[in-house]
């Protein structure tokens, strides 16, 4: 099976890449690079230990994805391209429209003329908006803060309307929790330009020098020891979470969403503290004042997937910790 994968070059798809190729499908990567660097194709490749078809390009090129999916024989979409930080999203919302919603109507309208109607979309928990209760499922109320949010939500809401409106499409949106860590060779993982925003990217840097200290945006809120909770699943066990869904797809025609998550929440003092003992390494930190716009506990019921999908994540925090500082050492060595 050919599995067109938008965005697969950036941290979750190169992970989904090396997942799909190990059970046997042909992952074709379509990306425009303004978020990930072409290196990771030859790393990739030294990973799956095949070549990686890859096309550059943007999925607002209508005429130029038709012609990918046919050429390509593709036989179902993962759709991860799309701008994803929450912060720039309230600066640029024109940006996040056009490239996440126009994107996907682009990618929808290539999807009909060439027939490929299974399609695997990377949505947010970011759609609950301020959690109402824990762990949240799938039918907690969705709201959105931010334009990047709501990006997510006119894109889910999209996908519902064209699955009522012809039943030979089949959607999934995969709602991901905090995906964090890498692959277990160290070679790819999530590559942020700049100063992070996310909690691990930002302890992986302060643990090889990168950065002095991390800042702890709050430790007031009302958790286990005040700092913010949040559910972080090893970017594999994400990765594995689409095979599951690739599967599910194909026997299930219209449209439907899953969490993907650990169930567990963790903070982050407790972030730093299995950091810190799976890596030997000392992260240095400091309170300052909450966040605009966090919320003080997030994680999934995870019981859908567990059912639906007989997928459930398997890797611990310190996986996560010590895989993250691998790829960061590895990172850090040819900066
Ligand atoms: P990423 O930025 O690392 O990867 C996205 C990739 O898409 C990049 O390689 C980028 O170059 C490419 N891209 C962006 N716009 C494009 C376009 N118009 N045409 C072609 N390629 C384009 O992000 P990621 O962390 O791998 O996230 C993948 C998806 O998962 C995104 O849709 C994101 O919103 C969603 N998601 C991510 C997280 C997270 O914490 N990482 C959480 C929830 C949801
Ligand atoms: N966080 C922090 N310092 C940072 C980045 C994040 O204290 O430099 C906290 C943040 O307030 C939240 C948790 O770490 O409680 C996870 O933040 P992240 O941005 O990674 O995920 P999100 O809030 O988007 O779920």
């Given amino acids: 099976m050919n599995i067109l994968l938008t965005g697969g070059a950036g941290y979750i798809g190169s992970h989904t890449a090396v997942a799909l190729a190990s059970a046997g499908y042909t992952p074709i990567i379509l990306d425009n690079f303004c978020n990930s660097d072409k290196s990771v194709l030859k790393r990739l490749e030294k990973i799956i230990q095949k070549p990686v078809a890859c096309v550059e390009g943007d999925v607002r090129n209508t005429s130029l994805v038709e012609k990918v999916l046919r050429e390509h024989e593709i036989n179902a979409v993962i759709h991860f391209a799309g701008l994803k930080a929450v912060g720039e999203s309230v600066q640029k919302p024109i940006e996040y429209y056009a490239n996440n919603v126009q994107g996907t ?52 809401e999209m996908l519902k309307d064209l699955a009522a409106s012809d039943p030979a499409w089949k959607m999934m949106c995969l709602r991901y929790f905090n995906p964090v860590g890498a692959h277990q060779s ?49 970017v594999m066990d994400l990765a594995e979470g689409h095979l599951a869904a690739l599967s599910h797809l194909s026997k299930n025609p ?24 799976s890596t030997g390494a000392k992260i240095a930190f400091e309170y300052v004042p909450r966040r605009a716009g966090d919320i003080a ?35 850090h060595s040819f900066v």
């Fill in 186 to 234: 160290g070679l790819i993982g999530e590559d942020p330009s700049g100063i992070p925003n996310n909690l691990m990217p930002f302890i992986q840097q302060v643990a090889v020098g990168k950065l002095p200290k991390l800042k702890i945006f709050g430790n007031d809120y009302d958790t286990i020891d005040g700092t913010g909770v949040r559910d972080y699943i090893h």
């Fill in 105 to 156: 109507i682009s990618l929808l309208d290539a999807m009909r003329s060439a027939n490929v109607k299974n399609l695997v979309f990377s949505s947010s928990a970011t759609v609950y908006g301020d959690p109402q209760y824990l762990p949240i499922d799938e039918h907690h109320p969705l709201s959105a803060t931010n334009a990047y949010g709501r990006s997510k939500l006119h894109i889910e």
């Fill in 254 to 277: 219209g449209w439907s969403t899953f969490n993907l998550g650990t169930g567990k929440g963790s903070s982050v003092l407790e972030m730093i503290a299995a950091f810190e003992s």
């Fill in 297 to 331: 506990s997030c994680y999934a019921a995870v019981d859908k997937a567990q059912a639906a999908l007989s997928w459930s994540a398997k890797r611990t925090l310190e996986e996560m910790c010590a895989s993250g500082h691998q790829w960061q050492n590895y990172r």
